[in-house]
């Protein structure tokens, strides 16, 4: 420990209360001696900022437009968005231990490979960032990370059955914590809550499919009802939004949900109940102790609890639905920022320990 203060990456913090014999000394992780890059995706923006070793913002959040699909470049421009940041933000590289990134899609954390998203030719992904800005990258899907900040500081840290929790955004993603863990399933990519199919006859999914979860009730898909709805006649404050982008229109119609707009309030419920209807499956198969709703959609959580819950008191076997708890996060839409930061503690270890077995080898 004395090394370690000397070394400047602890601090002595006084003498904890005794608890019947000598009061013990309390120590602390130094917290400007070290800084992590911690990206948040989505299909459609980027999210990034530098935070020190607890949890602390030290730059403001650059909030960048990074669209995935169907973008055969998005890799460097993620990489250039990573390195500007560095830049603009005079960080010293030194300090900073890794990179943490949250995405959607298909990640392999073994592999550091995203099969959906963010081709990276020969390399990994990982291994790509790596190289071009030279500090370590640890990637993971981004509902996993939102589950993860969860565990470790929110609404599943005190719970020890199963949890899961809900990343309600332009998809609507599922983290599933089970014994204290993350579960990723048997190939790592369990909880495509998305994909569970509603409707047999609704509208074509991203994976091509008809009638998915996403297809029906993401934030991105009620923003479209909602334009649709207005063009038809419908009248509500959101009308007088000018719709640059389904981004924008999205975030416009919670806003609207949040000031007791009718119709937004309306267009949300109904794709609230939908969802309701999917987790009543899932509790079904998993039996949780709760369901944590987390990620962009927390800031209209109080309103879709209702209609969700309407839709649990339907689908669900009572003896199921009256022992779980539904809980609106308390960390929202920073979860997979703060994920983010946990996945590159978690990982740098085993990272510097490759990095000398490797190195040993030549």
Not at 84 to 99: R, T
Not at 114 to 143: M, R, W
Not at 193 to 215: F, M, N, R, T, W
Not at 289 to 315: D, E, F, H, T
């Amino acid at each position: 420990m004395n090394h370690l203060i000397d070394m400047g990456f602890v601090t002595e913090q006084g003498y904890a209360p005794s608890s019947g014999g000598r009061r013990p000394l309390m120590y602390a992780l130094k917290a400007d001696r070290l800084y992590m890059i911690t990206v948040a995706m989505d299909q459609l923006s980027t999210r990034i900022v530098t935070v020190d070793v607890v949890n602390n913002y030290v730059t403001p959040v650059d909030v960048l437009e990074l669209k995935l699909l169907n973008n055969p470049d998005s890799l460097q421009s993620l990489t250039t968005l990573i390195a500007d940041h560095i830049e603009s933000n005079e960080l010293d590289k030194e300090k900073i231990i890794g990179i943490g990134i949250g995405m959607p899609g298909f990640v392999s954390i073994k592999e550091g490979v995203n099969h959906t998203y963010l081709p990276a030719g020969d390399k990994s992904l990982t291994q790509y960032i790596t190289d071009e800005i030279g500090l370590p990258v640890f990637i993971d899907n981004d509902s996993s990370l939102i589950a993860l900040s969860e565990l470790k500081f929110g609404a599943a840290r005190a719970i020890n059955e199963a949890t899961m929790v809900i990343n309600l955004g332009w998809g609507i993603g599922l983290g599933m914590i089970i014994d204290g863990k993350l579960f990723r399933g048997a190939t790592g990519y369990a909880g495509e809550l998305s994909h569970i199919p509603i409707i047999e006859d609704g509208k074509i999914c991203s994976c091509g499919k008809q009638g998915c979860l996403e297809a029906e009730a993401s934030l991105l898909a009620v923003a479209e009802k909602a334009l649709e709805g207005i063009k038809n006649g419908r009248r509500s404050s959101f009308q007088h939004f000018v719709a640059e982008s389904k981004l924008e229109a999205a975030d416009a119609l919670m806003d609207a949900a949040v000031m007791g707009d009718q119709f937004a309030v309306e267009v949300l419920s109904e794709a609230a109940y939908q969802i309701g209807r999917a987790l009543s499956i899932l509790i079904h198969i998993m039996n949780p102790k709760a369901i944590v709703i987390s990620g962009r959609g927390v800031k209209i959580g109080k309103i879709m609890a209702a209609p969700i819950q309407q839709a649990l008191n339907k689908y669900c076997i009572p003896r199921l639905a009256n022992e779980m708890d539904l809980i609106i996060s308390e960390i929202g839409f920073d979860a997979e920022l703060i994920g983010a930061a946990i996945l590159v503690m978690e990982n740098f270890n085993d990272y510097k320990e490759e990095t000398v077995d490797s190195a040993s080898t030549f």
